[in-house]
């Protein structure tokens, strides 16, 4: 039976997650979700959001070409960093293989999507994201839980030194106007790894796909606008796009339970313990890109979007049927979830001798 917490989460009641019966629960429900059909492409949908897509960017760009010299090229600033986010889903999902059946279209398409349109490095992605798919939230296995600007671990919290120490005390409230330079940091990785020594499948390519991006972009842009609106217009993109980026992925699985680094965990219980869908049925899968059937998504990374809403229904009775916890939340709560957990994990950077109740207090 489901219930729902104080904090908006609706969870069925825990169970314990042996590695034997974690399989067989993932194997019984692989079988209900393909006699569904709901593994089946849906490459129609994709080329129709991906035309709408094409066209909105050719009228973004009409627009910003009659607008001239003129500080209304912001909004179209704006514009551009909510299309390249939807680019950048797009490219996710090319890269899980839910657009096509061909492995060399799905990749095409994530290189052109990705590093062209989006500015974000495809086989940087790939080698990122596909480590977090195989251990989600498990110390020192997912990169997104890594040490890094910000911690997830209080142990993390406790090493920090310097002016990382004093952002980590407030690392919650810090989130969100951190990940305005989120888009920024996206391209900086991307051109790091693109222009490394080490051998990466295709790296000509996409090293020639992601620099011609940033040429033709910036040419256009410091071309038609003096200099300081061309940076006005850039950093109001970039903030956009590293805004609705990390927005979109950080409700996923921060604040869910972390995993220790030896303890062995079945595949089942792995990926439906550590996510956490948000609702809002068809809007919210456009404005996320599907990333709000988070559940689903892990459990069947190739997946179409059109078909997560009805797994997400036959996946959430199928935890209840074996007491198997489901989380699921509004966006806005979920917000809530993730800047009250970092700034918990920040307190280990407090002063030690601080009352941790009067700093908890203080954090709430």
Known sequence: MAETTPIGFTRTRPAPTGSHSGTSRYSGLLKQVKARGLLERRTGYYWMVFAVLIVTLGLAWTAFVFLGASWWQL??????????????????????????????????????????????????????????????????????????????????????????????????????????????????????????????????????????????????????????????????????????????????????????????????????????????GWFMAHFMGGLNYQIEHHLFPNMPRPHLAAARRMVRDYCAEHDVPYTETTLVDSYRIVVAYLNRVGLAARNPFECPLVAERRVR
């Not at 060399?104 to 480590?131: C, E, I, P």
């Not at 798919?133 to 910000?150: E, I, Q, R």
């Not at 920024?184 to 020639?208: D, F, M, T, Y």
């Not at 699985?253 to 995993?259: E, V």
């Open 75 to 280: 909004i179209v600033a704006g514009v551009l960093g909510v299309l390249f986010t939807q680019f950048a889903f797009l490219s996710h999902e090319a890269a899980h293989r839910q657009v096509f059946a061909s492995n060399r279209w799905n990749d095409r398409t994530a290189q052109y999507a990705g590093t062209f349109l989006a500015g974000v490095s495809y086989s940087w992605w790939m080698n990122k994201h596909t480590r977090h798919h195989g251990n989600p939230n498990t110390v020192g296995k997912d990169p997104d839980v890594s040490f890094d600007a910000l911690s997830f671990r209080e142990e993390d919290a406790a090493k920090r030194r310097g002016f990382l120490r004093v952002l980590v005390r407030v690392q919650g409230y810090a989130f969100f106007p951190l990940l305005l330079l989120e888009g920024a940091n996206l391209h900086w990785q991307s051109a790091r790894v693109l222009g490394s020594v080490k051998e990466i499948r295709g790296r000509r390519i996409e090293a020639a796909l992601f620099l011609l991006r940033f040429v033709v972009y910036l040419g256009v842009v410091f071309w038609f606008l003096p200099v300081g609106m061309a940076f006005a217009f850039l950093g109001v993109q970039l903030a956009v796009f590293g805004l609705y980026m990390g927005a979109s992925f950080a409700p996923n699985h921060k604040g869910m339970p972390m995993i220790p680094h030896d303890q062995k965990v079945d595949f089942f219980s792995r990926q439906v313990l550590t996510s956490r869908n948000i609702r809002g």
